[in-house]
């Protein structure tokens, strides 16, 4: 152990010797401009079809991290590694940056090293069977699994693992001893699921990485990549760790071009927007926000990732109040989609294997809501607007003093409201000539549709109840009158849709 932690600290001292002599051809001009030339043609590729119709997803973040399963809550537990070595932290409710060395030596002991957390990582009770049947129940479309995260790590044999580290750093050689991977694609393709992989361009303390050397680009990211592509040709690729370094270094432009050229996937794939420093939200894929609550007008598909609480892994640091509630995660949903995103919703497993039942219990509590309602999400596309306000202050600052925004946002633009502030009434989509108006809350009394222009033979149903709802055009506007509620109705009290056929 001594020897392991000595030899860390010898590599981290040379990085910071040694850093400014590597050899940096690659920070030139010419190689920008050859980088450039190549995002020309991955950005004018269409994201395939099949995303932009599934709407929602699910994240699972599980590695290493998931053993001690501990940060301050609202903070992520899967940067463990980082703010253990680094002494510092941040997330919402003032984390103190001490916390996690504090918590590591208390628990561990003062000569404990975070790769200790790989052999601990034992999956005894993983079955991704049993996965993939809870993701079924959900109404998710897709799944995105964590293959490697910035700790370096890998969740299926990889012998680049090693490169540059001189210890087994992967699933099948430490841990678990097994590929994790492999039954997780076949679990969920034979469920009918899109399979997608998460994976970590850098690492926070690869030695080669560290020093910016050309090496981790050659001999460990892009043949780690491919190793990863070609054993299971994944759906989609999220990729993620771009930010510090322009595509001259990274060279995903190259790669990219080789996914999808050579690669048996590479037709078919999904990708993000996560490949080189700038490049979120003007090259790649679909583009990708992050516990955010204001969504602009994006050009591409977009997708919000967000845990149920706020960690990504697990934490056991989240109480109850910690968690979103259902009435919470399906209007976040709906709030997403009526704007032309998805929402991926994280799950955390536990380092044994096990989804935590708090999480088990969500996902089954929205594919509740969307066995009833799920034609106005899946396949939908927006309306001319995606929401009608009430009157009142539109302006909302939900990130004031917090790295995140929290879901509750969306409860304080909808059910619970704040003095002086506008809700959202409704959510609108779209699906042909069909309108689907999403209702927070239930109106006893009639109400305005705006800027509505009903076709000829237009009709409205209330999904899941057989009563008739009774609509009128009145100007630009139609006035709708729900039947008075019934109890006993097969009904989910979340959230009403409205359907109307044939308007404008």
């Not at 932009?52 to 590695?63: E, L, N, P, T």
């Not at 997780?184 to 393709?189: D, L, N, P, S």
Request: proline content about 4%; glycine content about 8%; overall charge neutral.
């Amino acid at each position: 152990m001594k020897q392991n932690v000595l030899l860390a600290v010898l590599l981290l001292l040379g990085t910071s010797l040694f850093a400014q002599e590597v050899k940096r051809d690659w920070d030139t001009g010419k190689a920008k401009e050859e980088a450039s030339k190549l995002w020309e043609a991955i950005d004018a590729r269409p994201v395939p079809d099949w995303f932009g119709k599934a709407k929602f997803g699910i994240f699972i973040h599980w590695g290493p991290y998931s053993v001690p399963a501990w940060s301050p809550s609202g903070t992520y537990t899967e940067w463990y590694q980082k703010w253990w070595y680094s002494h510092s932290i941040f997330g919402n409710n003032n984390p103190q940056s001490d916390a996690i060395p504090n918590f590591q030596k208390n628990k561990y002991g003062e000569e404990s090293s975070y790769y200790d957390f790989g052999k601990m990582l034992k999956a005894e009770l993983y079955d991704p069977t049993e996965w993939a049947d809870l993701f079924k129940r959900s109404g998710a479309k897709y799944i995105i699994l964590t293959s490697k995260h910035h700790d370096g790590y890998t969740l299926w044999p990889n012998k680049q693992a090693q490169n540059g580290r001189f210890f087994p750093w992967n699933a099948g050689e430490t841990g678990a001893k097994r590929d994790l991977i492999a039954p997780y694609m076949k679990a969920m393709r034979e469920a009918g699921l899109k399979a997608g992989l998460y994976y970590s361009l850098y690492e926070w303390y690869h030695p080669w990485y560290q020093m910016r050397s050309d090496d981790f680009v050659t001999k460990h990211y892009h043949p780690q990549f491919k190793d990863l592509v070609s054993k299971y040709s994944p759906d989609l690729i999220y990729a993620d760790g771009e930010w510090d370094m322009e595509d001259s270094y990274w060279r995903s432009g190259e790669l990219l071009t080789w996914l999808f050229n050579e690669s048996e996937c590479g037709k078919d794939v999904v990708i993000n927007d996560r490949w080189f420093k700038g490049s979120r939200f003007n090259h790649g894929g679909y583009y990708t926000t992050e516990y955010d609550a204001h969504f602009d007008d994006f050009d591409k598909p977009f997708e919000e990732i967000r845990g149920m609480g706020l960690s990504f892994g697990y934490n056991r640091d989240e109480d109850i109040e910690d968690y979103n509630t259902a009435q919470t995660l399906i209007l976040m949903l709906c709030d997403i989609v009526c704007q032309g995103g998805n929402l991926c919703l994280n799950v955390g497993p536990s380092a044994d294997g096990k989804i935590p039942v708090i999480m088990q219990e969500r996902l089954l509590q929205i594919g509740e809501w969307l066995d009833l309602n799920g034609e106005a999400i899946y396949e939908t596309t927006v309306w001319k607007k995606p929401f009608q306000w009430s009157k009142g202050n539109r302006e909302f600052d939900f990130k004031a003093g917090k790295a995140y925004a929290d879901g509750d946002y969306i409860l304080k633009q909808t059910v619970k409201p704040i003095d002086g502030k506008a809700v959202k009434q409704m959510f609108f989509t779209k699906k042909g000539n069909d309108l689907y108006v999403i209702l927070p809350v239930w109106n006893k009394k009639a109400f305005k549709i705006k800027d509505v222009k009903l076709g000829s033979g237009a009709k409205i149903n209330l999904l899941g109840v057989d009563q008739k709802v009774k609509m009128v055009q009145r100007g630009k506007d139609v006035v709708v009158t729900l039947p008075q509620y019934d109890p006993s109705w097969n009904i989910n009290d979340i959230a009403y849709v409205l359907k109307i056929t044939n308007c404008q």
